[in-house]
């Protein structure tokens, strides 16, 4: 598997799949999540509806993935995905690691050869930008013999960008 780190906007990304970094209401939010459903169109909140209704009417638990259709976008399929908000005293990371490991295996699971993420939980849900970075990148090498073979870090700008390179330099 390839892991390449890419700087910009993961709505743009032509993957097999895009990863929502999204809320368990599965509803739409803000950040990466409001710029999916924003891009992507009504197919995708209509998919996310009828999760809903069906199996996952309690939400999607954190560090969980399903997959939609991506609507309009240019990847496939999106699969989302919800992390954990960071916390001072409790140690989250291992539901970090679940997100990345079951978005790359729902993508499998779809025959997606590629995939891109998104750096979750290190917006809105405060996670520390170097700590996400390195729980990511430790996270996708150690799926090294994947069906998926191409995965992308997509940082959303330069300064998470310069971050990622610092953590990777160090590791
Ligand atoms: P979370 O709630 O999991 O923290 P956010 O969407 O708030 O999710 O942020 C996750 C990361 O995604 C942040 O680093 C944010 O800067 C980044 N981000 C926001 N919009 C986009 C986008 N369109 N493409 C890629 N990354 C994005």
New binding site residues.
């Given amino acids: 598997m390839r892991l390449e780190l890419v700087t ?4 743009t990304e032509r993957v097999d799949a895009i990863v929502n ?1 999204a ?1 368990s209401s599965l509803l739409g ?8 459903h924003r891009k992507g169109g009504p197919a995708i909140l209509a998919a996310c509806r009828d999760l809903r209704a069906g199996a996952y009417g309690g939400g999607l638990p954190t560090g969980q993935a399903v997959a939609t259709t991506a609507g309009n976008l240019p990847a496939r399929w999106v699969v989302h995905t919800v ?1 954990p908000v960071w916390h001072e005293s409790e140690d989250r990371s291992s539901v970090l690691q679940d997100c990345y490991r079951n978005s790359l295996r729902v993508a499998a699971e779809l025959g997606a050869a590629s995939v891109a993420f ?10 520390p ?1 170097a700590d ?1 970075v390195s729980h990511a990148v430790t996270t996708i090498r150690a799926e090294a013999a994947h069906p998926v073979t191409l995965v992308r870090l ?4 330069e300064a ?1 960008r310069n971050v990622a390179e610092q953590v990777l330099g160090q590791g």
């Fill in positions: 910009g906007d993961i709505t970094a809320n939010g803000g950040g990466v999540d409001g710029a999916i992390g998104p750096l979750i939980s290190a917006g809105v849900y405060r996670w930008r996400a997509v940082l959303f700008d998470t």
